[in-house]
């Protein structure tokens, strides 16, 4: 075990969902999770299971089985989740076939040549996470012989671009073994590539571009970051991990540092930072990939582990309540490649963001040019139940983050198995019950985290209120003799917060829910697109209700200008027309604010700038502040908002006429 680490996960067989997250991830299953092949290449062949992927000419031979393999860890996890056996043999064939078919030498998988020479293993990360899930699941000991075999065979470094990310395999299987080889290597890779990297950075006039600010020294300088989305949180994280078995603090303060600037330069009101693909900016029309949402809340995990820091959880809770629902129809089955927090069209030419300018990247489909996203999205919710229920040494239970579930463990010696129901509908509900269920008093302590954005919580036990201290941004451990049936409340009330923007703008949070007004939508099927089917469609989506609002809010009085209306949470409380919270806020309509028309944009493509001609309709900035007061209407009205997750056209951040 870690020395250095303050929680550890739980096997994932350990929790159990329940409620609208359990329906949620049956949702996935019923839609792209396990269905995915209907989205063609690479999900349409037998990924690792058969023979070599052949990709397109102009991509890369190790790009299908990165994306494969980001399906096949999300259908492990959702699988042993739900306890789906479907689903769990569908990824085993996988894992079969790489388990017999390793070489002579140990290696697993297929090889690939970045340039002459030089190996590419980033794939090999992606899928040994689904290894690691399954053997969480099963103890299947081949898994951890196989791997070893292959890390200490395999030839290549580990240590340049995102091959240093066998690290995150390495450090996990060298806890699994404690074959001091494993953690050796995994430093020396780490090592090696901060110091490859930093010299191709010095040799560079663009030093950041070439990934200087995913080093230890470019993490803990003041600079924003300007990497790939994804390779800055895939990278990000390895700090962190590395601390937790080395005890090195620098490398643990890199991490922290790279997310502080992440929530200083590039964090959007989503709870993800703008990537597209680089890092970008906090504006309204700036976006994320959907990628980053997997990889954000899966890098953060490991802080919240390193640290036991409940800023973590909630940021998690944050990502994975707002941008993850956000980014992908109701049915589960079409997701955007770049999602935002402002759109108020989605079709085949409107992303507005410079890379692929004019292009469908925005708009929700089953896949897009690049398969990345299809398969990452399938992730993000199945890390987030998994994750939910921690523990720490020696006795303790951590409610990490929150959501209807269930958690089954064994502690004391001999050990005694016991459970932990959690009954609630937060995010949507304030009020979180947990009940014990043990054959016999048992002692231990139940942590539970007070999120950073809740100033009054309550804890009751056994309906009597609690005189601990409730400190937001902190645990509170209960320890006592648990007896069967004893109730646990948690009460986290939550207050209306308004957020500033660039350019003038304003958001609305309630508790960790962030509200965006939906715009009705002309939802029409594009028939261009293939493999799309009358299942599984590529969508064009244009706005069919008005959507040019700015707030008419007075911060100082809230509950006059807000008014808050609750309903049950139904079978899909995600959806629209079951949005089970709404904000009733008064606005006013801005003149001249429209969709933005050009026969000309300019689009950055394969390296360059370009121009491309035609018919393109994009989300508008939010209109200038100094030209807000002439352009308002006269009429005050009452706009709905509903949960962020519940929109796919949306204005989240709004111009504000106080």
């Known amino acids: 075990m870690p ?62 089985y990165e994306q494969y393999a980001y399906w ?61 899930a399954h053997y969480s699941a099963t103890r299947d000991r081949r898994i951890i012989s196989a791997l070893k075999r292959h890390y200490l065979s395999d030839s290549s470094e580990h240590c340049r671009g995102r091959d240093v990310c066998n690290v995150e395999i390495m450090l996990w299987l060298y806890d699994k073994t404690q074959d001091k080889r494993l953690l050796n290597r995994a430093g020396k890779a780490y090592v090696q590539y901060n110091r490859i990297t930093a010299a191709a950075g010095r040799a560079s006039q663009g030093a950041l571009s070439a990934g200087l600010d995913t080093t230890v020294q470019g993490m803990l300088s003041p600079t924003r970051g300007r990497s790939h989305g994804v390779t800055y949180n895939e990278i990000a994280k390895l700090g962190a991990i590395l601390y937790m078995y080395t005890g090195k603090k620098k490398y643990l303060a890199a991490t922290v540092n790279a997310y502080r600037k992440i929530d200083k330069f590039h964090m959007l009101i989503d709870g993800v930072c703008s990537s597209t693909e680089q890092l970008r900016g906090r504006e309204a029309l700036d976006s994320h990939e959907t990628c980053d949402i997997a990889d954000y809340t899966w890098s953060l995990g490991f802080l919240l582990m390193a640290t036991g ?14 941008a993850a629902p956000g980014a992908v129809t109701s049915d589960f089955r079409a997701l955007q490649y770049f999602s935002c927090p402002n759109q108020v069209i989605a079709d085949h030419c409107s992303n507005h963001n410079l890379f692929r300018r004019g292009g469908p990247r925005m708009s929700y489909r ?104 409730l400190t937001p941004a902190t645990f509170v451990k209960i320890r006592r003799t648990f007896k069967n049936n004893d109730q646990i409340t948690l009460i986290l009330p939550m207050q209306i917060k308004l957020t500033r923007w660039p350019k003038g703008g304003l958001g609305i949070e309630r508790g960790p829910l962030v ?13 261009r697109t293939s493999p799309a089917n009358k299942k599984f469609p590529a969508l064009n989506l244009y706005p069919a209700s008005p959507w040019n609002y700015a707030l008419a809010l007075d911060s ?46 300019e689009s950055f493509i394969d390296g360059r700038v370009r121009k491309l001609k035609g018919r393109f309709a994009f989300t508008p900035p939010l209109p200038d502040p100094a030209s807000l007061p002439g352009r308002l209407g006269k009429r005050l009205q009452t706009i709905r908002l509903v949960p962020y997750g519940c929109t796919n056209l949306r204005i989240t951040i709004f111009p504000h006429c106080p």
């Open 72 to 132: 096949i860890d999300a259908m492990t996890r959702c699988g042993h989740l739900l306890r789906n056996k479907s689903l769990i043999n569908k990824a085993a064939k996988n894992f079969e076939h790489l388990l017999e078919h390793a070489d002579a030498d140990g290696y697993l998988g297929p090889k690939f040549l970045k340039q002459p020479k030089e190996q590419y293993r980033w794939p090999h990360t992606v899928f040994f996470r689904a290894l690691m």
């Open 556 to 601: 100082k009085k809230l509950k006059k200008n807000i008014k808050v209306i609750q309903r049950p949470v139904s079978n899909d409380p995600w959806s629209l027309e079951a949005a089970p919270v709404e904000l009733l806020v008064r606005a006013q309509k801005v003149r001249n604010w429209k969709i933005v028309r050009r026969k000309t944009v």
């Open 366 to 469: 089953p896949n897009h040019d690049v398969a990345c996203c299809a398969g990452q999205v399938n992730r993000i919710m199945p890390n987030f139940a998994a994750r939910m229920w921690l523990s720490a040494a020696p006795d303790t239970i951590v409610a990490a983050m929150y959501g209807p579930s269930r958690i089954t463990a064994r502690l004391g010696k001999p050990a005694h198995k016991f459970s932990i129901e959690q009954q609630t509908d937060y995010p949507f509900s304030e009020r979180i019950d947990f009940t014990i269920h043990t054959a016999k008093p048992i002692n231990f302590a139940l942590s539970l985290r007070i999120p950073g954005w809740c100033r009054k919580a309550r804890l009751l036990i056994n309906g009597k209120p609690s005189r601990a201290k």
């Open 309 to 322: 820091q409940a800023q973590y959880a909630d940021k998690i809770e944050r990502a994975c309540f707002n």
């Open 3 to 64: 020395i250095h680490r303050k929680l550890q996960p739980l096997p994932i067989t350990a929790v159990e969902p329940r409620g609208w997250l359990r329906r949620y991830l049956r949702k996935q299953t019923r839609g792209l999770t396990g269905h995915l092949q209907a989205a063609g290449f690479p999900f349409s062949t037998k990924g690792w299971a058969g023979p070599r992927m052949a990709p397109p000419k102009e991509a890369a031979p190790w790009w299908p």
């Open 515 to 527: 509200y965006a007004l939906p715009i009705e939508e002309d939802r029409q099927i594009d028939k």
